[in-house]
């Protein structure tokens, strides 16, 4: 268990940037999630922590100790990589003993190392399967046992880089469950990599959004995805994406050019007449109505007419249009909303996310909320 300290790291390879003067502060115990497309740098990230690849620039610190020039073997840290390795002569038993007996983290019985095994194959649903051969198993399983591998061990940190990739949709949303009751069985610090965004909402303490190389925001699940700095962070959390828009303020409301998407904005924010923003506003967080049914005191009402309706399971989505723009609304799909209907979209106005539009992609751009400035913002939750 340690206290992970990245500081200005830097990697580039010849003239393509790995990760950019990357500074993260982790803490003793903590589920870090690093969340970013694909090429953002997150195994470039998780390699330049367990000493892969040397890096230009920067320092690691592991329980307060520089680990930037120690050899790999030397870190105590434990890595998974997506392309999961093991003996294919060993049994899965076997596979999973064989960190142990290593001796650089100490000497186990076989007792004890037995007893590790059971904990960790039981936690990944891979108990049943300790004596078949790799060749004998399933992706999903052989991924699980890779993963066992890994967490069997004791280390400082343990680095996982898409652990769950390779599983199908309903053994993912199990294992995340599985994944965050060992953490905290284990408690060990971990750094966790993926592009999957509900994976990080589901399991970290704290998420790192990173694109090309630099950090874009840090903070909790709820903070990432309340107040999202950029529409860039907005746009990665979400399926479907969030809706957004350019506005200009007129008489103290924003209002999107061609269509009838006007939402008032509290004088908090800032913006002055003729002023221009960005505004987004996230498909599960509109309620559609038929026109004409009352409305929430102090809501946001946009009226428009519905284009398309889709059933995606339990919910539908609906592609509303107001007034010449689309919204796309996710709706729990108990009233039934026909296509061409006249409908009303309602949202509190605390849930449309306003943001400045002067190019402000890659940096905080988040001014609040329609209803006002958001407070964590304005107190660091971001950068
Ligand atoms: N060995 C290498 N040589 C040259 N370029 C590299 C090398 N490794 C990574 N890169 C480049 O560095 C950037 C970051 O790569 P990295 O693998 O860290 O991204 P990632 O976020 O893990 O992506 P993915 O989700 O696709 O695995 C990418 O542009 C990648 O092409």
Same mark, same amino acid.
């Given at each position: 268990m340690a206290r992970l300290q990245l500081d200005g790291l830097t990697k580039h390879y010849g003239k393509t940037?790995?990760? !950019? !003067?990357l500074s993260l502060d982790i803490e003793d115990g903590e589920f870090f999630v690093i969340l970013g497309p694909s090429g953002a740098g997150k195994t470039t990230t998780l390699k330049s922590i367990a000493g892969l690849v040397d890096v230009d620039h920067g320092s690691v610190h592991i329980g307060d100790v520089d680990m930037t020039l120690v050899e790999p073997y030397h870190r105590n840290v434990a890595m998974a990589f997506e392309s999961y390795a093991l003996y294919p002569q060993k049994t899965v038993a076997e596979n999973l003993a064989s960190p142990l007996r290593s001796g650089r983290t100490g000497r186990y019985t076989a007792a004890e190392q037995q007893q590790r095994i059971d904990q960790v194959t039981t936690a990944l649903g891979i108990n049943q399967l300790q004596g078949r051969f790799p060749r004998e198993l399933s992706n999903g399983q052989r991924q699980r046992t890779a993963l066992g591998r890994v967490l069997v061990r004791p280390a400082d940190v343990y680095l996982l880089d898409e652990p769950l990739s390779h599983l199908d949709a309903k053994l993912r949303a199990e294992m995340r469950v599985e994944l965050k009751q060992l953490g905290s069985m284990t408690s060990t610090t971990t750094v966790y990599v993926t592009h999957d965004y509900q994976e990080a909402l589901a399991l970290a303490d704290r998420i790192a959004v990173i694109k090309e190389g630099r950090l874009i925001q840090l903070g909790t699940p709820e903070q990432i995805w309340r107040q999202p700095a950029n529409i860039f962070v907005a746009r990665s959390l979400g399926q479907p994406e969030i809706n957004h828009y350019d506005a200009e303020l007129v008489d103290g409301r924003l209002v999107v050019a061609g269509s009838e998407i006007v939402v008032p904005v509290d004088p908090s924010l800032g913006l002055t007449t003729g002023s221009v923003a960005r505004l987004g506003i996230r498909p599960c967080d509109v309620t559609v109505r038929s026109s004409g049914e009352a409305t929430p005191d102090g809501a946001v009402v946009l009226s428009g007419r519905v284009v398309l309706a889709e059933r995606l399971g339990r919910q539908i989505e609906l592609t509303v249009d107001i007034g010449g723009s689309w919204l796309i609304a996710l709706t729990g799909g108990a009233g039934v909303v026909d296509e061409g209907a006249e409908v009303t979209v309602t949202l509190p106005a605390t849930d449309v996310h306003v943001f400045s539009a002067d190019g402000a992609v890659d940096e905080a751009a988040r001014l609040g909320s329609a209803a006002g400035v958001d407070q964590q913002s304005r107190s660091g939750g971001q950068r």
């Open positions: 940037v790995g990760i !950019d !003067d």
